[in-house]
């Protein structure tokens, strides 16, 4: 299944990171069925930050991210098949 969503995107992860440098990339896949589903996206839910931009790609289903503007409210923003977010280093997210 990851082989498979990798290669859903692979012609637009190799422009991302060749065009940013970008070197790594995981795959994140949760269902209903999942084990520990609740566990995982308590993991999710925390604020944090990383060191380095944080680029996702909703292939199936949607994804809901938080994101903690340096100046104004934090905001949620749903995103849905076919969808991309960048989140900048050092950005705080949940």
């Not at 995103?79 to 997210?93: K, N």
């Amino acid at each position: 299944v990851q082989a498979q969503a990798l290669a859903e995107v692979a012609a637009d992860l190799k422009t991302l990171k060749d065009t940013h440098g970008y070197r790594s990339e995981d795959i994140v896949g949760l269902a209903p069925d999942t084990p520990n589903l609740e566990g995982i996206l308590a993991a999710f839910r925390r604020e944090h930050h990383h060191a380095d931009d944080e680029v996702r790609a909703i292939l199936h289903g949607t994804g809901i991210f938080g994101i903690v503007p340096a100046q104004g409210e934090p905001f949620e923003l749903e995103l849905s098949a076919g969808d991309w977010i960048v989140i900048p280093a050092y950005t705080r997210h949940w």
